[in-house]
């Protein structure tokens, strides 16, 4: 279909062009014999004769670019519709030359018409919008991890260094649409690539972004001097300038001008809104970041003091504290927050590793990661740690089977396991995985009962506390605050496992959590002889 209607739009433009040429060829032989033109009933002067064939020249070449318009509005897809305005333009300048020059390109436009690509399909090779590869992959990760500051970039960096050429211009040309600051290393990286082709894309990148910016602050600017802003609109300002102050993109003078231009407006809008989290934190970071180390100091402190204690302020507070070297400063806020960086996020962990080493918790034995054992000091932890055994399992190792006895508490060092339950009918179920941090076998040191599941090693390796009931029991016999933890923490599972099972949805009830944990406590009491 598509075929025979460029066929007919040629074979149609071709007739047009030679009906032309055919009438170019008469005015051009009259004008040259000089002949008289005779017309209604009147013989006109050779000088008559070349004016009126030159005024009806200029009305077919009119009637052309009146065809040519009509066919743009309302003939469907291009159909040579460029041809048909070049050539009245070229028939108006050259005459008979013109139309032949129009005729050798169209000849020209058909033959390199069968090799070459679309102008779309060219376009979309250079920025490729759906290819599927492991760069778009990776960026598709990205755009939905929410927290940019926390993202790993070591994969894009891979992909630059031993990527193929696709996949590399694939993930530039995408940091390119979604662009965020934490993508600016990369595009550095890229401008050296030793490809040509990625080398030049990267440093087009840079300019489109570059135009962007420039684009977006004129229009802000523009915005601020022209009314009143509001809240949102302050925070939209504050939040441009600080996204280009520090990527290394821009020239040193106009980052420096962005973090003086972020800092200012930050300022504003905490006038209006002093109580605004994200802002106070950005505002924090950006002091940081800049160079304002005392300032920041004191407006973290007072942050602090009015009852911000978010893990990120903590963070920015403890970088801050650690640059001036007021290390005292440092260990006490450490130890004081150490309980709010909570959750098992890879980003997490490293945190809380360091929080744990400047509040004086951390002692290299793991334990630290394990959130039961908070509420244990660190000589206790130490004790523990001292009469434990490591052990390294394999892939697909079955560390503990169901129904099995047992008295040992294992704790995950590093790997994942699996959590297999073997139903009433035979079937194994998998409710779950553990990793770093997490822990199992409580159930059956403290209650006595047999081993609830089988646990299979997920990863290529698995290190494993094994911690004797030697060690742990005078513990929990010690510390009410320690047991109550493990039999909440035991309830919570054993509804969990339950609910899948059984096959229906996780039912959230309090009340049944806290009649599950009394049970439970009451059988850790029993089996410890305890009241």
Same mark, same amino acid.
């Given at each position: 279909m598509g075929t025979a209607r460029d066929l007919s739009c040629t074979l149609g433009f071709l007739a047009l062009c030679l009906s032309l040429l055919t009438v170019e060829l008469f005015f051009q032989w009259g004008i040259s014999r000089e002949l008289p033109f005779v017309a209604w009933g009147r013989s006109f002067s050779p000088m008559e004769s070349s004016l009126l064939l030159a005024a009806t020249h200029a009305l077919l070449v009119a009637l052309l670019l009146g065809v040519a318009w009509y066919r743009q509005k309302r003939t469907p897809g291009?159909?040579?519709?460029?041809?048909?305005?070049?050539?009245? @333009? !070229?028939?108006?300048?050259?005459?008979?030359?013109?139309?032949?020059?129009?005729?050798?390109?169209?000849?020209?436009?058909?033959?390199?018409?069968?090799?070459?690509?679309?102008?779309?399909?060219?376009?979309?090779?250079?920025?490729?919008?759906?290819?599927?590869?492991? !760069?778009?992959?990776l960026m598709e990760r990205l755009d939905v991890q929410g927290d940019t500051a926390r993202t790993v970039l070591t994969p894009f960096m891979d992909i630059l260094a031993y990527g193929s050429q696709s996949q590399q211009q694939t993930m530039i040309a995408k940091m390119s649409r979604h662009f965020q600051p934490t993508f600016a290393p990369v595009l550095r990286e890229a401008v050296n690539h030793p490809d040509n082709s990625v080398r030049v894309q990267a440093a087009s990148a840079i300019s489109h972004l570059e135009s962007r910016f420039m684009r977006t602050t004129m229009e802000l600017e523009h915005l601020a001097t022209a009314k009143h802003l509001q809240w949102n609109e302050m925070q939209r300002l504050g939040r441009h300038y600080d996204d280009f102050a520090f990527t290394g993109l821009l020239d040193p003078l106009r980052e420096a001008e962005n973090r003086r231009q972020a800092i200012a407006w930050y300022r504003r809008c905490l006038e209006e809104r002093p109580n605004d989290f994200q802002t106070a934190t950005a505002l924090g970071r950006t002091l940081v970041?800049?160079?304002?180390?005392?300032?920041?100091?004191?407006?973290?402190?007072?942050?602090?003091?009015q009852g911000n204690n978010d893990h990120?302020?903590?963070?920015?507070?403890?970088?801050?504290?650690?640059?001036?070297?007021?290390? =005292?400063? @440092?260990? #006490?806020? !450490?130890?004081?927050? #150490?309980?709010?960086?909570?959750?098992?996020?890879?980003?997490? /962990?490293?945190?809380?590793?360091?929080?744990?080493?400047?509040?004086?918790?951390?002692?290299? =034995?793991?334990?630290?990661?394990?959130?039961?054992?908070?509420?244990?000091? /660190?000589?206790?932890?130490?004790?523990?740690?001292?009469?434990?055994?490591?052990?390294?399992?394999? #892939?697909?190792?079955?560390?503990?089977?169901?129904?099995?006895?047992? =008295?040992?508490?294992?704790?995950?060092?590093?790997?994942?396991?699996?959590?297999?339950?073997?139903?009433?009918?035979?079937?194994?179920?998998?409710?779950?995985?553990?990793?770093?941090?997490?822990?199992?076998?409580?159930?059956?040191?403290?209650?006595?009962?047999?081993?609830?599941? =089988?646990?299979?090693?997920?990863?290529?390796?698995?290190?494993?506390?094994?911690?004797?009931?030697?060690?742990?029991?005078? @513990?929990?016999?010690?510390r009410s605050d320690f047991l109550n933890a493990i039999a909440r923490e035991i309830a919570s599972r054993q509804i969990q496992r339950e609910a899948l099972v059984n096959g229906r949805l996780l039912d959230d009830d309090p009340q049944r959590l806290t009649e599950r944990f009394r049970e439970i406590r009451g059988q850790i009491q029993q089996f410890l002889g305890l009241t």
């Open positions: 291009p159909c040579l519709n460029g041809f048909y305005f070049l050539l009245p @333009l !070229a028939a108006a300048t050259m005459s008979i030359i013109g139309v032949l020059g129009v005729l050798l390109a169209l000849g020209l436009y058909l033959e390199f018409a069968k090799s070459a690509p679309p102008f779309d399909q060219w376009y979309a090779s250079l920025f490729p919008e759906h290819q599927s590869s492991a !760069a778009m992959e970041r800049s160079g304002a180390l005392a300032e920041a100091a004191e407006f973290f402190s007072n942050l602090i003091a990120s302020i903590i963070t920015w507070t403890m970088e801050t504290l650690y640059k001036l070297k007021r290390h =005292d400063e @440092l260990n #006490r806020l !450490a130890e004081k927050h #150490r309980h709010t960086f909570v959750g098992d996020e890879s980003w997490m /962990l490293s945190l809380r590793d360091a929080v744990d080493l400047w509040s004086g918790w951390y002692n290299g =034995d793991g334990l630290h990661r394990v959130h039961l054992f908070s509420f244990l000091t /660190l000589e206790q932890r130490t004790s523990l740690a001292q009469s434990a055994s490591i052990i390294e399992f394999r #892939r697909g190792t079955t560390i503990v089977r169901q129904g099995d006895g047992g =008295d040992i508490l294992y704790v995950i060092l590093s790997g994942v396991v699996a959590i297999l339950l073997t139903n009433p009918d035979g079937r194994n179920v998998e409710v779950g995985h553990l990793g770093e941090g997490h822990y199992f076998g409580e159930m059956s040191l403290l209650t006595g009962a047999p081993r609830q599941a =089988d646990v299979v090693v997920l990863t290529e390796t698995s290190r494993v506390m094994e911690i004797p009931p030697t060690a742990i029991l005078p @513990l929990i016999r010690e």
